[in-house]
C-alpha cells in the first residue's frame, strides 16, 4: 500500500513538474527583443489554436497554427526585424511585442555623447567669458547648457526606460542635435571673430 502511495506520488510530480522542467529550456520572448532573434512565446490556456500577428499599423502579417505545449497551451515562435508589433490570440486577446535594433540604441547614445561633449564645452565658456561686451553670449552659452542637459536626462530615461518608443523619438532627438551643433559652431566663430577683433584694437594701441 506504501508502495503504491509512493509510486503514485512520483507519477503526479513527474506530470506536474514536467511543464516547469520543460519551459527552462525555452528562450521565451520578453517585451522587447532584438531583431534578427527568436524567441518562443508561451500562451495561457486556450480552447483554440491559432495566433494573429499584426504591425503596429494595424496591418495584418500572417495568422500562425500553434504548436501544443501541454494541454491547451499551446507555444509558437517570434521573430520579426525592428518594429513594433501586436500578437492577438485566438481569444482575442492580445500582446505587445517591440523588437528594438542595436543600430537604434547606438543612435541615441551618440546623441548623448555628442550633447554631452558640447554641453560641457558650453559651461566652461560660460564661466570664463569675463567681458561685459559678451555678456549676451555668456547667457544663451549658460541656455543651452541647460536645455542641453534637459535633453540629455531625456534621452537617458527614453533608452533606459522606454527604448520601445527610441525610435519613434530618435528624429527630435536628432533635430535637436542638429540644432545644438549649429549653436556650437556659431558660438565658435563668434567667439573666435570677437578675439581677433580685440587682437587688432590692441594691436592698434600699441601703435
Same mark, same amino acid.
Given at each position: ?45 486556450? !480552447?483554440?489554436?491559432?495566433?494573429? =500577428?499584426?504591425?503596429?499599423? #494595424?496591418? %495584418?502579417?500572417?495568422?500562425? +497554427?500553434?504548436?501544443? @505545449? ?57 564661466? !570664463?567669458?569675463?567681458?561685459?561686451? =559678451?555678456?549676451?553670449?555668456? #547667457?544663451? %552659452?549658460?541656455?543651452?547648457? +541647460?536645455?542641453?542637459? @534637459? ?57
Amino acid at each position: 500500500m506504501i508502495k503504491w502511495k509512493l509510486t503514485t506520488l512520483i507519477i503526479l510530480a513527474t506530470i506536474l513538474l514536467t511543464p516547469v522542467i520543460t519551459a527552462k529550456n525555452i528562450d521565451t520572448c520578453e517585451d522587447m527583443i532584438s531583431p534578427g532573434t527568436t524567441c518562443t512565446a508561451i500562451t495561457p490556456p486556450l !480552447n483554440c489554436n491559432y495566433y494573429q =500577428l499584426y504591425h503596429i499599423n #494595424g496591418t %495584418l502579417l500572417n495568422t500562425t +497554427i500553434m504548436k501544443e @505545449f501541454n494541454g491547451s497551451m499551446y507555444l509558437f515562435n517570434f521573430s520579426q526585424p525592428t518594429g513594433e508589433y501586436i500578437i492577438k490570440l485566438c481569444d482575442n486577446t492580445t500582446a505587445r511585442e517591440f523588437v528594438v535594433g542595436e543600430d537604434t540604441e547606438m543612435g541615441w547614445i551618440a546623441i548623448i555623447v555628442a550633447l554631452s561633449v558640447m554641453t560641457f564645452i558650453f559651461l566652461i565658456a560660460a564661466i !570664463n567669458i569675463k567681458e561685459r561686451k =559678451l555678456d549676451g553670449l555668456k #547667457g544663451l %552659452l549658460w541656455l543651452l547648457s +541647460i536645455t542641453n542637459g @534637459f535633453m540629455i536626462g531625456a534621452t537617458t530615461y527614453i533608452i533606459s526606460l522606454h527604448p520601445e518608443d527610441a525610435s519613434t523619438f530618435q528624429p527630435i532627438g536628432i533635430g535637436y542635435l542638429t540644432f545644438s551643433g549649429a549653436c556650437f559652431i556659431a558660438f565658435i566663430y563668434m567667439y573666435a571673430r570677437y578675439l581677433i577683433q580685440r587682437a587688432a584694437e590692441q594691436s592698434k594701441e600699441l601703435k
